[in-house]
């Protein structure tokens, strides 16, 4: 048995960003070795690992070499170079999730086929390889507006997404590889966390509702417990473990879904990592996702999964029409509150819509914590000098 | 206003142990920067903080230039160069807890008259300048066997601190400045965090219930809340909030009182600092200690200090007569358990009761917790490889 803690192990993790620097709270917490690889050199994972590479995630050679350094890898986005983890693969190393897992998430296109072969629900769709195709499915009425687009590669956050009602709205679109999906009217949106160790044992976390900004298509609120009746939360719970066993996940997958009008789920996309949507996780659950998701690469028994009390986490994003040096203005006035927790990411600089942290509320009572979380979006702006 | 979040505001932290380790997790989430001094090139604080300095904590020169460079300077450890944090509150620099406090605390001969000064409750005691003058004090009956023997400097966990119950046990006494103190018949050792801002806003947790190890004389179990009537637990929060006041500290401070066969609370001793016996607030609070430590010394509003779920924290020592690299035997069986949480600080190497780390164990039922953590206690094994 491997000894991780304090010891001469090595944890490679593929991304610098606030995810991995989430992550190294419990690397630390564990003491366990941490390597990570970026091409940010103010990546928020700089400090905190024990030792910062400079490099492109999509590089071959450069992932490649760096997983030769590690013992076991991980990965906390999911653009990184799959053919290099597949030979480290071949080469005996652990790479968690695996690299046939992450290719079939990385293209959308991929992950929505998965779906239908591995009878998963997910909304209807059609891949098209470039925006000639897709016009012409159009056309051809093969799929009808209003649909939603999506770009098979690359796209999150709202990024490389898009509903398209009308010719003019197709017109905008990128000439890249997508898939058109039949749009879902749906009642709430939902995930579910879970966490699958390599030998098989599976957690799942309660299911979160989300709520997501009309224009930046950004998550706003992630509420914890989800105001869902418990048959169908017991429901997106089997659907999400289903997902998992399915890709053979190892670590924390995020399962998004859809609850329809009629109460069907559709699983929307998922994610092979900690995930924003259990950043609530930290301050409410028992295990957070981080932990968790290092409990999982490595083998250990998972941690309970329960919350200690009812959650909300709010986004931080950059105001509008603000760039420049960050200041987060009235975060004394939001710290005033029971229970408010602010998580500042490290980025130096705002932007329009950029994700610059989050802020979670607890609270025994959900509704409470509603309350405050409103409170909380209508006080603090981040905004630039 | 100080802006401190991914500002160019710099924190600097005298002392690079576990309990800066865990205090950097803090300003991690925040993103504030940080500059740590210790003479330990190993120290566990080394990763995580922006600027690490190898140096004396004791040295005049070397904490003086250390805190020029910084805004705001705390301490994780008391034994610090006082005369230099003095000087730099003279030229304007920001010290917290300040010079004056840590003074009145170094020296437990000191802390004791302040005790007796400021009419807060504590033990019977008289103060010796050597060992000579102490054997005086005896042999003329000025304080009875047996007595509690404490060094005035320097001690720690036990060090320092001795029970004397004759005269051979006189004999083995090192020769330095020391207090006698009437040995205290308690029911239960009790401690209280309370955080203390600039401005004055003062914030308490529980109580909690201490169980010491008999021979190494370290905390065994730490357990939240205390199991003690409600008005002992008031009567307790009363006297730790004066103490604070008393020592217009700011930070956390930890007041450790004896709970007497008559329901008497008599102070022990005070940390000016984050301490072992608040470590199950990272688990079980709304605010963890570390967390609120930088709230309180930033002047920031201070978190809210109720439990979300019962905690029990087990301190993990090194097992006696292992020393050299170590390993945490059964570590993986503990962490099966519901609610249990590792905490590794980071020492490469064990031997016989050493900190290594500890173990956090949550849970709604406090009884429940307790049957978990002893348990743990029972399976895990800090041993050598």
Same sequence: chains 1, 2.
């Avoid at 990385?106 to 929505?112: A, D, L, S």
């Avoid at 003019?168 to 039949?182: F, T, Y």
């Avoid at 981080?290 to 919350?307: K, M, N, V």
């Avoid at 950059?318 to 040096?325: K, L, Q, R, V, W």
């Amino acid at each position: 048995m491997t000894n991780f803690f304090s010891s001469n192990f090595k944890l490679g993790i593929l991304g610098g960003g606030q995810l991995g620097k989430m992550m190294l709270y419990d690397t630390r917490k564990y003491d366990i070795q941490t390597y990570v690889l970026d091409p940010n050199p103010n990546a928020p994972c700089k400090i905190a690992c024990d030792h910062f590479q400079l490099g492109n995630l999509m590089d071959y050679e450069t992932v490649y070499n760096f997983g030769k350094k590690v013992d076991l890898i991980t990965f906390e986005i999911e653009t990184v170079n799959v053919k290099a983890l597949a030979q480290l693969e071949k080469e005996g190393k652990k790479v968690y999730p695996s690299s046939k897992t992450l290719e079939n998430i990385q293209n959308k296109g991929k992950q929505k086929l998965f779906y239908k072969e591995n009878k998963i629900p997910t909304a209807n769709f059609i891949r098209f390889s470039n925006k000639a195709h897709l016009t012409e499915g159009i056309t051809n009425n093969r799929m009808k507006l209003p649909f939603v687009w999506k770009s098979t590669q690359g796209g999150y956050d709202g990024k490389g997404v898009s509903i398209v009602k009308s010719g003019a709205d197709l017109v905008k679109l990128p000439d890249v590889e997508c898939i058109a999906e039949e749009l879902v009217n749906f009642k709430n949106e939902l995930a579910v966390i879970v966490a699958r160790s390599p030998k098989g044992e599976i957690k799942t976390y309660p299911v979160v509702e989300m709520e997501f900004h009309p224009e930046a298509n950004q998550v706003e609120y992630v509420i914890c417990p989800a105001r869902i009746e418990d048959k169908i939360a017991e429901k997106a719970v089997k659907i999400a473990e289903k997902v998992s066993k399915a890709f053979k996940h190892v670590g924390i997958l995020a399962v998004e879904m859809f609850l329809t009008q009629n109460d069907e789920i559709l699983v929307n996309e998922v994610a092979p990592r900690p995930h924003n949507s259990g950043h609530y996780s930290i301050e409410a659950s028992y295990t957070n996702q981080f932990e968790q998701h290092i409990r999982a690469i490595l083998d250990l028994p998972l941690g309970a999964t329960e919350s200690k009390v009812g959650g909300i986490m709010v986004n931080l994003v950059g105001a509008e029409g603000h760039t420049g040096d960050v200041v987060y203005k009235n975060i004394e006035e939001i710290m005033k509150m029971k229970g408010v927790t602010p998580h500042i990411y490290g980025k130096k600089q705002t932007r329009s819509f950029r994700k610059m942290g989050h802020v979670t509320i607890i609270n025994e009572n959900i509704d409470e914590a509603r309350k405050i979380a409103e409170k909380v979006k209508n006080i603090i702006k981040v905004v630039s000098k």
